[in-house]
């Protein structure tokens, strides 16, 4: 059974910036898609960021020039750097990962944008 599990999540500052890391319990990354989510209460859940497993990015608009999706395959994680945050990116940040057909998902982590 694959288990990702997701950090660095936190309460940070408009303007702040955090790095979320989702690391994997074993090594799945060789071909596996790699995406953040992220659901703010009474909302629904939404894509943020994937990366495939040649590297290709995509964002949603609402995070596009703030914040960045990468991965490390050596270490089995995924990471979001997020720059210039605001009150609007407040939400569970899900990572998921698709491999062979199979989606898995983290457990999330609760960020916080506030002044």
């Known amino acids: 059974q694959v288990q990702l599990v997701e950090s660095g999540g936190g309460l940070v500052q408009p303007g702040g910036s955090l790095r979320l890391s989702c690391a994997a319990s074993?090594?799945?990354?060789?071909?596996?898609?790699m995406a953040w989510y992220r659901q703010a209460p009474g909302k629904q859940r939404e894509s943020v960021a994937s990366i495939t497993n040649t590297g290709s990015r995509s964002y949603a608009d609402s995070v596009k020039g703030r914040f960045t999706i990468s991965r490390d395959n050596a270490k089995n994680t995924v990471y979001l750097q997020m720059n210039s945050l605001n009150p609007e990116d407040t939400a569970a940040y899900f990572c998921?990962?698709?491999?062979?057909?199979?989606?898995?998902w983290g457990q999330g982590t609760q960020v916080t944008v506030s002044s």
């Open positions: 998921k990962a698709f491999s062979n057909g199979i989606p898995y």
């Open positions: 074993r090594s799945i990354f060789g071909d596996a898609a």
